[in-house]
């Protein structure tokens, strides 16, 4: 957990999970790296805040907020490291450093955008790796 902590960088892309809906954000678990190092995270516990102004603008929705379920499996970037430990993510795109990653999805995605080494661990495309 502190090594996680002392090499995590602005805009390092993260997936995780949806764990609590707050009216100021979302908390999300994170799982792994999605881009760079090939690391997950699950079991460390660790999570993240993606404050309500960071969230991808939805024109469907009035509250950006009503775009996210309890569980949700999420792309988002660190916006910033505290030196509390603190995570302070983004899904905003227009925050995004699009010299890094080119155009990515951010916000809601599916098992098949999780990353190749993630899926392989978890097994989430149903193929055995043996």
């Known amino acids: ?12 892309m993260l997936i995780g999970t949806i764990t609590a809906i707050q009216d100021s954000g979302l908390i999300i678990t994170l799982l ?17 805040f993606c ?14 907020l009503d775009a996210f379920q309890m569980g949700d499996k ?9 030196h509390s430990g603190r995570l302070i993510l983004s899904m905003n795109d227009k925050a995004l450093n699009t010299d890094l990653y080119g155009p990515l ?3 809601v995605i599916t098992d098949d955008d ?14 055995s790796f043996e």
């Not at 939805?58 to 509250?63: E, I, K, L, S, V």
């Open 1 to 12: 957990r502190e090594q996680f902590l002392r090499t995590a960088h602005q805009d390092d």
């Open 32 to 48: 792994a790296y999605d881009q760079g190092p090939r690391r997950d995270f699950d079991g460390l516990r660790l999570t993240g």
């Open 51 to 64: 404050p309500v102004r960071q969230l991808p603008k939805n024109a469907t929705h009035g509250n950006p």
């Open 74 to 82: 999420v792309r988002a970037f660190i916006l910033d490291v505290h």
């Open 105 to 107: 999805t951010l916000g």
């Open 114 to 127: 999780m990353p190749l080494h993630y899926r392989k661990l978890q097994n989430l495309d149903g193929k």
